[in-house]
T-cell receptor, first 115, second 113 residues
Framework: GAGVSQSPRYKVAKRGQDVALRCDPI?????LFWYQQALGQGPEFLTY????????KSGLPSDRFFAERPEGSVSTLKIQRTQQEDSAVYLC?????????????FGNGTRLTVT | KNQVEQSPQSLIILEGKNCTLQ??????????LRWYKQDTGRGPVSLTI?????NTKSNGRYTATLDADTKQSSLHITASQLSDSASYIC????????????FGKGTHLIIQP
């Protein structure tokens, strides 16, 4: 069975480059979340979609971060002009209708290293 | 700022032994509490979901307890196996907005043969 798929698994970017991270959620899952996880830390919320609507982007650390989910399935997290502090694992998670009564299904993440 | 505190930060035990991981939280109003297992290089995987009214829930060798009065939860692992080596993350949900999921920093568990 297909779970949440993220690509690429690893990304090395030079400071100042733009990157795009992709998330394929479980088919039919309405809710999609992006998290940032620093080494040794728990995931930190970035943004949330319900279908194609971005309902909450309060966790995005700056206007260099942008996320979209235009057709309510695949989502892309874009980081412009990357900086070293952006280095982290970016996790995508999806869940069935509503996020609070059903478990989140996480992808394996994209490890971003900014040099 | 973190309203979900986990202890210990790391733990090493011998294969076959039992262990208990702790989670204390201050977030409110409480909706439900979850334990996730995160293997190295993988995304977290749900172990249990507990609502306000549940005191204990088991999933195989994993048993979670919840005391909503003292705002404490524990995850007990019995007869540990090498594959239990992972980080265990406690997540408290207060409902409302999508940022209502508050993650702990996790306990890093190592099982030694």
């Amino acid at each position: 069975g297909a779970g949440v798929s993220q690509s690429p698994r690893y990304k090395v970017a030079k400071r100042g480059q733009d990157v795009a991270l992709r998330c394929d959620p479980i088919s039919g899952h309405v809710s999609l979340f992006w998290y940032q996880q620093a080494l040794g830390q728990g995931p930190e919320f970035l943004t949330y979609f319900q279908n194609e609507a971005q309902l909450d982007k309060s966790g995005l650390p700056s206007d260099r971060f942008f996320a979209e989910r235009p057709e309510g399935s695949v989502s892309t997290l874009k980081i412009q002009r990357t900086q070293q502090e952006d280095s982290a694992v970016y996790l995508c998670a999806s869940s069935a209708v509503g996020a609070f009564g059903s478990p989140l299904h996480f992808g394996n993440g994209t490890r971003l290293t900014v040099t | 700022k973190n309203q979900v505190e986990q202890s210990p930060q790391s733990l090493i035990i011998l294969e076959g032994k039992n262990c208990t991981l702790q989670c204390n939280y201050t977030v409110s109003p409480f909706s439900n509490l979850r334990w996730y297992k995160q293997d190295t290089g993988r995304g977290p995987v749900s172990l249990t979901i507990m609502t306000f009214s549940e005191n204990t829930k088991s999933n195989g060798r994993y048993t979670a307890t919840l005391d909503a009065d003292t705002k404490q939860s524990s995850l007990h692992i019995t007869a540990s196996q090498l594959s239990d080596s992972a980080s265990y993350i406690c997540v408290v949900i207060i409902g409302g907005g999508a940022d209502g999921l508050t993650f702990g920093k996790g306990t890093h568990l190592i099982i030694q043969p």
